[in-house]
């Protein structure tokens, strides 16, 4: 007994001794982010160390989570409490996260934090973000997540094939004075020019839906295929639309079945790819079309700057993005990347102090988003960043999923001075008159299901034009009605009334 | 006697007959559903390999087809240029493979050995322990928190390893094979002539059921060479010892994602998507993949084969 006592004994000791050795060297933060394509950050990450030991007190370790894993690796790591990860991405637009996180008490909340050590950081971020992270999580209303400075206001817009369009003997001024109802001749003469099997009409189809009636997303509506509509006024987006600040039926209004006639006639006059009425082809043919400019136009929900994109350029044809309306500011976009410490983490220090840094120092943001200089990138006499496309394939994170991207330098296809007007640009968005609403559907989720599972089966045909309103659009919904859209809308409008009146 | 049976004699007798023989119409049926099932299975891996070896511009211009317009061998050349990564991912989906069949068939050789030995003590206790795990799972949180903090199985090929080294499934296969091949007096005859438990496990038991361990092997084998999630759940920061099939399966979920939040992302993911590799290029991925593991089968088909045939009534 005595020999087994000395015995754990000299154990414990060992133990805390070791524990004091490693209490010299720096604490590890994790953080994971989300859409990266990097294969070797070694390069970064030594430089990103150097940088940040005395100024965060901490090393720095990187999941680069890609689009489809992320989700999974996310759910994974905040659910089993894990704690080897610190900061993770969060946002509001693939599953509601963040909302539905914070709520559940994954997420740190960070006020104390911020008045701490955010002073920085608060400078760095409009106050209008900090107000679009502010919600009612676990540990009552506060920020849980440092909110991304990013292009935070949606704007949709048609995606013109200008060098088509001016071969066939029109103006972008023309194409807008006509109309989305009025294409028919301009679209049959690009068939005529270009060919029976050219489709001039290259449409996102819910895109479409919400370009032509002029409404937008509600946070925390059904994922993929959403439900509900409110309606924006396209003169003023900070007014009332025509239902004035009241959710509808998305596909019960006048508007839609007008939308859903007209791309019908588009459709059944060969005007649209069949393959983009197909969940499954929609998006690559879509994808390919764009690479070679085989479209006349196209819709595309739009960034400041997309036309200096390297995918843009390489079309081959002149591009131009015209506007539906003014950029707006709704809940999505303004949760659209944000970044939230586990509450797990045994260093939440460290890691909001490393946020904070990371989105109000420029260059610890331009070494985490573009690398380093003289590897990933150089810079040209004029300090614009021209990339090294080699090095870049192994280390191209989420430019946008990264944090403050208005404090990047300039690269030399977007030119001088972008980031300032890209800056401007966004300050002046408008706010929609229920900013911040987000709808929780918990008391409707089984309503919500089934409807998702009906609008799953009709929606994107009716939206594409693939089949006739006139005897699906009653089907649809008669079967959305039976499915308890009546109960789902009313849940949902109570709570946008109780939110405008607080 | 009937009289039918009188005349099948004398048809025996003569050679003409055979009882194990069908009517020419029958068997004609029957090559006709092996046919139409065998085209079933190579169609799409024909049309697989036509696929990656189609110009992408076809692709783009008709989608995928039998008949492309053009041929092109740039998927593989890209793939070959790939370099480093893929064939570190080919090594490791090897490696993975080798280790864990060969750790996973013994395992599950020496589990199932004793439960078929009817004068083990606890083997209703084992039966259930194994059994109860085919019913009942931790579900997924609980076992990762499991693997990752109490068994350290993270960033490393353990953990692409271990998770699958039991299955409860593959000891009752491996059982009820002992059951039906082994008879009690072969181990009977050998204690007797003074072998040892091990001696009898390894020179007389093993031999015989050797068609048993082929068809775990195979199995074994095609799950470990065909797992992703292990590597999705378990691999963060070490992307080197990333198999292949999660190389191939990232590409196919980060396009499958996109796709569904198009919408919502707007301008980020048309850039994403343009990034994203070919239609050709994932087709040549799926080639690479297959090849190794349909060239397994022929080398275990012989001991398959055997294995249906063994177990019949004989004599």
Request: hydrophobic share 45%.
């Amino acid at each position: 007994m005595k020999k087994f006592l000395s015995l754990i004994l000299t154990l414990a000791l060992i133990l805390s001794v070791c524990s004091f050795a490693a209490a010299d060297d720096l604490p590890t933060i994790t953080i994971m982010f989300h859409g990266s394509n990097v294969s070797d950050d070694s390069a970064v990450l030594e430089k990103v160390n150097e940088y940040i030991a005395d100024k965060v007190g901490a090393k720095l370790e990187v999941i680069w989570g890609t689009w489809g894993d992320f989700d999974e690796k996310a759910v994974n790591a905040l659910t089993s409490g894990d704690k080897d990860v610190d900061i993770v991405f969060t946002c509001s637009w693939s599953s509601d996260e963040y909302n539905s996180y914070a709520k559940k008490g994954y997420f740190l909340k960070l006020d104390d934090l911020i008045e701490q050590y955010g002073a920085d950081l608060k400078a760095a971020i409009p106050e209008s973000l900090m107000q679009a992270a502010t919600i009612e999580g676990a540990e009552g209303k506060g920020v849980y997540a440092v909110n991304g400075f990013k292009d935070t206001a949606t704007q949709n817009t048609w995606d013109v094939n200008v060098t088509l369009l001016t071969e066939l003997g029109y103006t972008v001024d023309d194409l807008m004075a006509k109309g989305f109802f009025g294409w028919d001749e301009i679209f049959a003469k690009a068939k005529e020019v270009k060919g029976d099997s050219f489709y001039p009409f290259l449409v996102e189809p819910m895109v479409a839906e919400r370009m032509v009636t002029n409404s937008i997303i509600v946070a925390g509506d059904a994922g993929s295929t959403n439900l509900l509509s409110l309606y924006l006024n396209p003169e003023d987006v900070s007014a009332d639309g025509i239902y004035g600040n009241k959710l509808v039926n998305k596909f019960g209004t006048p508007e839609y079945k007008a939308f859903a006639e007209q791309m019908h006639k588009y459709y059944e006059a060969g005007y649209i790819d069949p393959a983009l009425s197909v969940g499954e082809t929609s998006n690559d043919c879509r994808t390919n079309h764009q690479k070679d400019a085989s479209y006349l136009i196209g819709t595309q929900s739009y960034a400041f700057g997309y036309e200096y994109s390297a995918d843009v350029l390489a079309r081959g044809a002149e591009i131009k993005f015209v506007p539906c309306t003014d950029p707006y500011v709704d809940t999505t976009a303004s949760q659209g990347a944000m970044m939230a410490i586990n509450s797990a983490s045994e260093h939440p220090e460290e890691a909001f102090k490393f946020l904070a840094l990371l989105n109000s120092d420029p260059t610890l943001m331009t070494l985490m988003n573009y690398g380093v200089e003289g590897i990933h990138y150089t810079l040209n006499d004029e300090g614009l960043v021209i990339f090294n496309d080699e090095a870049r394939a192994t280390y191209s994170p989420w430019t946008n999923g990264v944090g403050n991207v208005t404090i990047l330098p300039d690269t030399a296809s977007e030119g001088k001075g972008f980031r300032k007007s890209f800056q401007e640009y966004y300050a002046g968005a408008k706010g929609i008159p229920s900013l911040g609403f987000v709808f929780d559907n918990s008391p409707v989720e089984n309503e919500m299901a089934a409807l998702g599972n009906v609008a799953a089966q009709y929606a994107l045909a009716l939206d594409c034009g693939a089949v006739d309103p006139e005897t699906e659009l009653p089907s649809f919904l008669a079967a959305l009605d039976a499915a308890g859209m009546e109960a789902y809308l009313n849940e949902a409008n109570a709570q946008l009334e109780a939110y405008l009146a607080k | 006697m009937t009289a039918v049976s009188q005349s099948a004699k004398k048809k025996i007798k003569a050679g003409s007959f055979s009882l194990n023989r069908f009517g020419t119409g029958t068997q004609s049926v029957f090559h006709l559903v092996l046919a139409a099932f065998s085209l079933m299975c190579i169609i799409p891996f024909i049309f697989v390999i036509i696929i990656a070896f189609s110009s992408e511009e076809s692709i783009r211009q008709i989608g995928y087809s039998f008949a492309p317009l053009s041929w092109s061998t740039q998927a593989f050349t890209y793939t070959f240029q790939l370099g480093n990564a893929l064939w570190r991912s080919y090594f490791n989906s090897f490696l993975i493979t080798a280790v864990g069949t060969l750790l996973s068939v013994s395992i599950t050789v020496l589990y199932a050995y004793p439960l078929f030995r009817r004068d083990y003590r606890f083997r209703n206790f084992f039966n259930f322990l194994s059994f109860f795990t085919m019913i009942f799972g931790g579900g997924l949180v609980p076992t990762f928190v499991i693997c990752k903090s109490v068994l350290g199985l993270s960033d490393n090929y353990a953990a692409l390893i271990v998770p699958m080294l039991f299955s409860p499934f593959n000891v009752i296969i491996m059982r009820t094979f002992l059951q039906t091949t082994v008879p009690t007096e072969l181990i009977e005859a050998a204690t007797i002539d003074g072998s040892g438990e091990y001696s009898t496990l390894l020179r007389i038991v093993l031999p015989v059921v050797k068609p048993g361990i082929a068809t775990i092997a195979l199995l074994v084998s095609l799950a470990y060479w065909n797992e992703w999630f292990l590597s999705l759940l378990y691999l963060n920061k070490n992307m080197e010892i990333m198999p292949l099939q999660y190389l191939l399966m990232r590409m196919q979920r980060n396009a499958d994602f996109l796709a569904k939040n198009s919408s919502m992302l707007g301008a980020d993911a048309a850039k994403a998507a343009a990034q994203l590799p070919s239609q050709s290029l994932k087709m040549a991925l799926v080639v690479f993949i297959v090849v190794p593991i349909a060239c397994a089968y022929p080398f275990f088909q012989r001991y398959v084969v055997a294995g249906l045939t063994i177990g019949s009534v004989k004599g």
